[in-house]
């Protein structure tokens, strides 16, 4: 499993899209701190505030690293050498979050710039961490939802397809007259609680999440070790 694991890293690190991804991802998130930045405390709080706009990109990586390993058969050949598909699974699901996660934060350049250049201060106390935490596992979450439609439908353009439009819909729902109780139970609007600071429960917040991923990744993984691939 930990050559498996090395060879997933380096095809992550080596890949282009990743980086082309990540960096405009940067980008984009410049754009949008001009309207966010007066939403929010500090820089900081803007980028995390803009992270729902911008998982989109997260959804093409995870379609494209995901996918492109069925189409070419990448998980076959692996599957010939003698891996076992549970590890297989595992380590696809470690690097892709690994990725999906470095994607997401990409946007926090800026409000490190600013802790450092421009003097913008961020005081760290029991708080901080604990909205650490919840950004943390809010991210993993958002992150399993591409992965899961990338296991059970095992093809590049469905996963894209059905995740975009998820994504839409999420959108639509956090700005609709239902907002504040949605935003309780969908990872996209909890960081935008995180980001206005008006998270009511940090166990209620966990417990959601924790269930999302266990239940997600409950399905794609024996949807894997189970199905034929073609």
């Given at each position: 499993m930990s050559n498996l694991l090395k060879t997933e890293l380096y095809k992550l690190f080596h890949s282009w899209y990743f980086w082309g991804i990540g960096i405009f991802n940067l980008l984009l998130s410049s754009i949008l701190l001009l309207d966010s930045k007066e939403r929010s405390s500090n820089l900081i709080m803007a980028s995390l505030y803009n992270i729902p706009l911008l998982y989109f990109l997260s959804i093409v990586f995870i379609a494209l690293f995901i996918g492109s390993d069925f189409s070419g058969r990448t998980l076959n050949t692996y599957i010939t050498a003698g891996h076992k598909r549970s590890s297989i699974f595992r380590v696809k699901?470690?690097?892709s979050q690994i990725g999906c996660i470095i994607i997401l934060v990409f946007p926090f350049v800026h409000g490190i710039i600013s802790q450092f250049y421009i003097g913008e201060k961020l005081f760290w106390n029991?708080?901080?961490?604990?909205m650490v935490l919840l950004t943390l596992f809010a991210m993993i979450t958002l992150c399993a939802l591409p992965i899961f439609f990338a296991f059970i439908f095992r093809d590049m353009g469905k996963t894209l397809t059905v995740s975009m439009v998820l994504f839409f819909v999420?959108?639509?729902?956090?700005?609709s007259e239902?907002?504040?109780i949605i935003s309780r139970i969908i990872p996209?609007?909890?960081l935008r609680l995180i980001s206005l600071q008006k998270v009511y429960s940090t166990n209620f917040c966990l417990l959601v999440d924790f269930l999302w991923n266990f239940i997600l990744y409950f399905i794609a993984g024996s949807a894997f070790l189970h199905t034929d691939l073609k």
């Amino acid at each position: 499993m930990s050559n498996l694991l090395k060879t997933e890293l380096y095809k992550l690190f080596h890949s282009w899209y990743f980086w082309g991804i990540g960096i405009f991802n940067l980008l984009l998130s410049s754009i949008l701190l001009l309207d966010s930045k007066e939403r929010s405390s500090n820089l900081i709080m803007a980028s995390l505030y803009n992270i729902p706009l911008l998982y989109f990109l997260s959804i093409v990586f995870i379609a494209l690293f995901i996918g492109s390993d069925f189409s070419g058969r990448t998980l076959n050949t692996y599957i010939t050498a003698g891996h076992k598909r549970s590890s297989i699974f595992r380590v696809k699901l470690i690097v892709s979050q690994i990725g999906c996660i470095i994607i997401l934060v990409f946007p926090f350049v800026h409000g490190i710039i600013s802790q450092f250049y421009i003097g913008e201060k961020l005081f760290w106390n029991d708080s901080t961490y604990t909205m650490v935490l919840l950004t943390l596992f809010a991210m993993i979450t958002l992150c399993a939802l591409p992965i899961f439609f990338a296991f059970i439908f095992r093809d590049m353009g469905k996963t894209l397809t059905v995740s975009m439009v998820l994504f839409f819909v999420m959108i639509f729902l956090l700005n609709s007259e239902s907002a504040q109780i949605i935003s309780r139970i969908i990872p996209m609007g909890q960081l935008r609680l995180i980001s206005l600071q008006k998270v009511y429960s940090t166990n209620f917040c966990l417990l959601v999440d924790f269930l999302w991923n266990f239940i997600l990744y409950f399905i794609a993984g024996s949807a894997f070790l189970h199905t034929d691939l073609k």
